[in-house]
């Protein structure tokens, strides 16, 4: 069975400085995609970073980079530069080959301070 | 290119009553899934569609149901409401067929909806 695993029920950080949010996961496929989510208090869940099982890089976009360390099976979000606007629910998310779903974590709750 | 869009965004319902939710996705998005997320179960797959075929179905009673139409829009059912279907739901769309581990999913902006 699929899981992913977020420890870190909230945190906190200071405006302009850099957070990483944990994530582990458990599968035994040999294939599959990691996924971070951010959902703002209006619910809409937002895509922020994609890494798959057979990358040789982490994943980057913009502010966001994902420290994928597969043997560890581990893949933590980093967020550099934290803004007011970073404030929100993260969510770390599994997808395998065995069918479209995807597996979420409980979530990180952020709060980014002034 | 507009996002997942989702209708009604609130929803209040008594127990007993059925309710129809509504997802439109991402022009050319071929698949749509749906979430239910509560406080205390996390988000959970509900099921998932594709050229008006569910592929997959999570752990949810029949009451929970769904269809999807030609033009890839996708509703779905819970009929029978009960008091723990209070939840935001979810629908997300992504852009192939094969539901390989590289897609990704967007979501809409959720429907609340609350049963009392």
């Known amino acids: 069975a699929q899981k992913i695993t977020q420890t870190q029920p909230g945190m906190f950080v200071q405006e302009k400085e850099a957070v990483t949010l944990d994530c582990t996961y458990d599968?035994?496929?040999?294939?599959?995609?990691l996924f971070w989510y951010k959902q703002p208090s209006s619910g809409e869940m937002i895509f922020l970073i994609y890494?798959?099982?057979?990358?040789?890089q982490n994943a980057t976009e913009g502010r966001y980079s994902l420290n994928f360390q597969k043997a560890r099976k581990s893949a933590n979000l980093v967020i550099s530069a934290s803004q007011l606007g970073d404030s929100a629910m993260y969510f770390c998310?599994?997808?395998?080959?065995?069918?479209?779903?995807?597996?979420f974590g409980q979530g990180t709750e952020l709060s980014v301070k002034p | 290119k507009a996002g997942v869009t989702q209708t009604p965004r609130y929803l209040i319902k008594t127990r007993g009553q059925q309710v129809t939710l509504s997802c439109s996705p991402i022009?050319?998005?071929?698949?749509v899934s749906w979430y239910q997320q509560t406080p205390g179960q996390g988000l959970q797959f509900l099921f998932e569609?594709?050229?008006?075929?569910?592929?997959n179905k999570g752990n949810f009673p029949g009451r929970f149901s769904g269809r999807q139409f030609s033009n890839s829009r996708s509703e779905m059912n819970v009929s029978t409401l009960e008091l723990g279907d209070s939840a935001l739901y979810l629908c997300?769309?992504?852009?192939?067929?094969?539901?390989?581990?590289?897609?990704?999913?967007?979501f809409g902006p959720g429907t609340r909806l609350t049963v009392l």
């Open positions: 997300a769309s992504s852009l192939t067929d094969r539901g390989r581990f590289t897609d990704t999913q967007y």
């Open positions: 599968t035994s496929d040999p294939s599959y995609g």
């Open positions: 890494q798959g099982s057979y990358d040789q």
């Open positions: 998310a599994m997808r395998g080959n065995q069918g479209g779903k995807l597996i």
């Open positions: 022009s050319g998005h071929r698949s």
């Open positions: 569609y594709f050229s008006e075929t569910q592929r």
